[in-house]
């Protein structure tokens, strides 16, 4: 159990620590919203998602590409985790 | 999670989400504003113009098919923030008709870009009932774009040309384009002059040799019986008619950006079409090439026509895209290659059709592409 919220944990902070490199940020909320803040623009999620196919070794296919999943840090975590678990 | 505070954004806030829907002739007045805001092409020209032309395309005579539209990104104002210009198209594939789709003038606002709008714009295009889907002309941010949506770049399909005509004037063109306009004419004129004198001196960098051809204005059914020459060795090629082509050249004379539209059949001593090319010639300026085809091994020879004839007619560069058969021959030997200046892309889930997309045996010319159009 311990070890899970330990993995969980360092998921979050390698997102966290993509997400800040891409976007040129000190830091981001999980729950910000990157699209409402105008953080994201299509080619800053298309940088991100190669980013984080490189941090994480997961490929996004064209397939499953859903913008929902890049709204928030939260959401990104959960799309990694579910990429990770394929 | 231990997060410090967020940091301010980079950009302002999009108000809220913006919707995609098809391209109505209502919404042409806004697109004609953002082309004129993108595209810098687009200032050369009158909005009137521009309205007209985008009239044309894309509700005017034109092929359309259930599902295939262009689109419009409109926020929750309505006002048109973003757009995708879409044309679809039919071509000959293995003896059968296909449906396939062109897009092009992928646009959007500042606020629009924030919220995605490029990429869903293209993701919905891509997910259309077209069997393939292509873009002539893109820069580097659509083809990442497409090629993360599924799509690909075609390499053989995106080998630019640059050729010096008259090369003072080809050299100094950078030199003129830094400078202000009162000293831009005398450096062109200086520039044409040199290379004037370096003609009469018969230096062999300034010269063009005639071809061993007859060179002469080809009609449009010529060229449409020539089309269907070369579309034998083709395994895909658009399903063109006389009218569609009429259609064409119609809307390339009117243009008056480019210069004046040249058609040149290229005929051999026996008096056998060859070949033919359609380029813009601009005096003292860029001759950009529309379409330059010939039968197999005959490329050296229409490579020199084009340089012939666009050098008597006054051009100082001659430009263009080469298609897969003439990369290897003059087009790409004896000029400025640029790969990858701008990008073919396709966007094809049959594995089959895409591998012959991708190489000679498909036929796509910039004529296919109507990118310069607007």
Redesign the interface.
Known sequence: MAEAALKQNATDNRVHMVLCDQLLLDSVDPDTDLFEEGLLDSMALVNLMMALEQEFSIMIAPEDLDMEDYRSMESIVSMVNRMQSI | ?N?????Q??????SSSFKIRAFTPGDIESVVQMSIEHFPQCRLVSPGYLYETIDDLYFKDTFSFDGIDSLVAVDPNGTVSGFLGVTPKKFRYQGETILASMCNHLMASE?A????????LL?QFLSGPQKFSYADGSVE?TR??WK???GEPSFSNSVYYKVPLRPMSFGTRPLQQRFPNSLRKPIKKISYGADYLFGVARLPFSRRKQPDVRLSPIGIDQIFEGLNRIWRSKEIYPETSTSDLDKIFRLLKNDPRNGTLHHIGIWNNRDILTGWFIYYASAGGVCEVIQAVSLPGKETELFESICWHAYNEGGTELSGRAIPSQIGTPFTTKAFSMPGRMWTLFHCKDDGLARVLHSDKAFLTRMEGDLWLI
């Open positions: 999670m997060l410090a505070k967020t940091a954004p980079l950009r302002p806030s999009p606020e870009r924030s919220a995605l709008v490029p990429m869903r993701q941010s990442l774009l993360r949506l599924g």
